[in-house]
């Protein structure tokens, strides 16, 4: 897939605050903790994390600035409402059934709000036995129980968003790669 290329320069990240907040274009609720802690659950650059799923990008750029500086690429349906994201760190899929095969080349992935149990189990199916060591996914509790079999055979750890900075009723689940 071409990478997007904006009509304007990605626009100036929002400051976040301790308090979970919601911002346009982002489901998850933000807070500079939230970004911390998800930033402490991906691989340190140079290692490739691919957002599926990046909306406007907000997400994603946060992960990416500093003082964190994430490799974060963010794959979005064309056509793409990224605002965000500068042009080399987007990717553009031309529908919701379309994979991207940077996935078989990332060292995790991150699903936040995920619209479709079926996108996740593709790319699993697809690209998990690449270089995928790690799958974030961050969503509403009562959700995550639909997206939980996607990861048999993985180690999977939950936790409440609340906890990180998040808001109470999403969580953040980190499925790993077992090995042996």
């Keep these: 897939m071409e990478p997007h290329t904006p009509t304007q320069d990605a626009q100036e990240l929002p400051p976040l605050t301790a308090t979970p ?10 807070s500079a903790p939230l970004v911390h802690h998800l930033c402490s659950l991906l691989p340190p650059s140079p290692s490739l994390t691919l957002s599926i799923g990046s909306g406007f990008g907000l997400l994603e750029a946060l992960l990416a600035a500093k003082p964190h500086a994430n490799h974060v690429i963010g794959v979005e349906v064309a056509p793409t409402s ?6 080399a760190d987007h990717r553009v899929v031309h529908g919701s059934r379309f994979l991207d095969p940077l996935a078989a080349e990332a060292a995790a992935w991150l699903f936040v709000y ?13 690209y998990g036995e690449g270089a ?4 974030v996914w961050a969503g509403p509790q009562a959700d995550w129980e639909d997206y939980r079999g996607c990861f048999e055979g993985w180690g999977v750890e939950t936790r409440s968003a609340g906890e990180v900075g998040g808001r109470a009723w999403e969580v953040i689940a980190v499925a790993r790669r077992r090995h042996g």
């Design 21 to 30: 907040s919601a911002y346009p274009g982002c489901c998850l609720g933000l």
């Design 82 to 87: 990224n605002i965000f994201l500068p042009a």
């Design 114 to 126: 995920p619209r479709r149990i079926g996108l996740v189990r593709e790319y699993l199916a697809e």
């Design 132 to 135: 995928v060591e790690r799958v």
